[in-house]
């Protein structure tokens, strides 16, 4: 048995939605949790808890209301799944907050890139200032 066979299991439990061979919505989590830990169980397989995180996106009419995050627990091999706001994926941060924009990952992108022409600048001291602007 593999990760494809595991992932074939959850495919055929016929919950959740998947892009490819990626989870990219759980609308039953438990349910699909507690295949991942027959699975486990059944050959001998060790989920980390600590290594999976969980984001919960609300509808935007129920983000002032009172948060599904507060009442809710996802556990695997007995531990907890941290349930977070926000995750740093492919060079971009994901955050979950009231606004539902992106202004906070925008602000990290535009800092490193300050970050990036200033190191380049300062290692390039000698070069001449025509050269340095064509960079």
């Known amino acids: 048995m593999c ?3 595991l992932l074939k299991l959850l ?3 016929n919950v959740g939605c998947y892009i490819g061979s990626c989870l990219a919505y759980a609308d039953d989590l438990r349910r699909m949790l507690h295949i991942c830990q027959e699975f ?3 050959f001998s397989v060790i989920f980390n808890a600590s290594k999976s995180k969980c984001i919960v996106v609300e509808h935007s009419h129920k983000i002032n209301s009172v948060s599904f ?3 809710v627990r996802f556990t695997i ?3 907890d799944i941290e349930i977070i706001d926000s995750w740093p994926h492919l060079g971009h941060v994901i955050v979950i907050s009231c606004n539902l924009n992106d202004t906070y990952d925008t602000e990290c992108c535009h800092n490193k890139l300050v970050a990036q022409v200033n190191s380049v600048l300062c ?5 001449d200032a ?3 602007m064509k960079l």
């Open 3 to 5: 990760i494809d066979d």
């Open 11 to 13: 495919a055929e439990a």
């Open 40 to 42: 486990a169980n059944t």
């Open 69 to 71: 995050c507060h009442n």
């Open 77 to 79: 091999g007995g531990s």
């Open 123 to 127: 290692h390039s001291v000698s070069v």
């Open 130 to 132: 025509i050269i340095k």
